[in-house]
């Protein structure tokens, strides 16, 4: 089973941009479905964005449309979530995940129950 380990996330300010990243140390993330959740102090752990095991499918959360974009690099073993134009209410910890499942079908991406793997997170904090 893959170990996800998250990075990249930190102290910024309001518009400034990250890009976090999702590693697995088992290097099998190439056969998974990926996600990226988060979770705000005291809120349940909400979707962010979801790509298929080739890359060629993605699903955003509202939130995150127009503003973050998820990638792989099955090369590299990596997924990211690129943020643009953070903004306050963007606090919050960044977990990937990965799911064995095969249907893609959006109304389940969303769900944290369609994924079997989570990382440990990384904080991003956006200072107004």
């Known amino acids: 089973q893959p170990l996800l380990v998250e990075s990249g996330g930190g102290l910024v300010q309001g518009g400034d941009t990250l890009r976090l990243s999702c590693g697995d140390h088992e290097r099998t993330l190439r056969t998974y479905r990926l996600g990226w959740f988060r979770q705000a102090p005291g809120k349940e752990r909400e979707f962010v964005a979801a790509?298929?095991?080739?890359?060629?499918?993605?699903y955003y959360a509202d939130s995150a449309k127009g503003r973050f974009a998820i990638s792989r690099d099955n090369a590299k073993n990596t997924l990211y979530l690129q943020m643009n134009n953070l903004k306050s209410e963007d606090t919050a910890v960044y977990f990937c995940a990965a799911s064995n499942k095969f249907a893609w079908q959006e109304s389940l991406l969303e769900l944290t129950s369609h994924y079997e793997y989570w990382g440990q997170g990384t904080q991003v904090t956006v200072s107004s």
């Open positions: 790509i298929s095991r080739y890359g060629d499918m993605t």
